[in-house]
């Protein structure tokens, strides 16, 4: 998903603000979980995410989003957000976030959701720092790290 970044997305610096990035992640990532599991889904967590660099008005933000584990009801995403110079092509990496979004059916209880196939060491290699997120993300609720 690419925004160009307009004054009414920026703070008075003139750098995009906080929120309006949020929420394109959450936009990007909905899009891939509806994509996946092809039934309403609600987001259920977005974990820290953190600003490295800004986005200045008259850039591009460049937000890619894939997802990265399926448990049985619940799909974690990674959304990566670059800027991109519109001038030059240069991109710089401004976050990175991972949410986790739920299938639900139309009175939102969740559903099940289909499996997902890893076809790069990479890939595998995500899906497995995604347990340990996931437990990370589940402290307090020990009946959910448990299924
Ligand atoms: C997300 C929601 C459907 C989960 O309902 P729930 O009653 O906790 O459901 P369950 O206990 O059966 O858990 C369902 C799945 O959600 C996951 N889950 C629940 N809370 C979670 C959290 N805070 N972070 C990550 N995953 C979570 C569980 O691990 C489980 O995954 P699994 O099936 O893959 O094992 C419910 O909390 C909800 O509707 N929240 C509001 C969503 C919303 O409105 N979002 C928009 C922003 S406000």
Redesign the pocket.
């Known amino acids: 998903m690419v925004q160009l970044v307009l004054p009414n997305d920026a703070n008075t610096m003139g750098n995009v603000l906080g929120g309006r990035v949020l929420h394109w992640i959450d936009l990007a990532a909905a899009i891939v979980a509806h994509r996946h599991c092809r039934t309403e889904a ?4 977005m974990d820290q995410v953190s600003f490295h660099a800004p986005i200045r008005v008259g850039q591009l933000a460049v937000i890619t989003a894939r997802m990265t584990f399926v ?4 799909m974690e995403i990674r959304v990566d957000v670059q800027s991109e110079d519109l001038l030059s092509g240069a991109r710089e990496q401004t976050s990175t976030a991972y949410l ?1 979004f ?1 299938a ?1 059916d139309a009175k ?1 209880r ?1 559903v099940a959701v289909p499996p997902l196939r890893f076809e790069t060491k990479e890939e595998q290699k995500e899906a497995r720092a995604a347990e340990a997120r996931r437990a990370g ?2 402290q307090g609720r020990p009946d ?1 790290v448990a ?1």
């Not at 609600?42 to 967590?45: L, N």
């Not at 448990?71 to 619940?74: K, L, M």
């Open positions: 609600v987001t259920a967590s448990g049985r009801t619940s986790t739920v639900v939102g969740p993300r589940l959910l299924r």
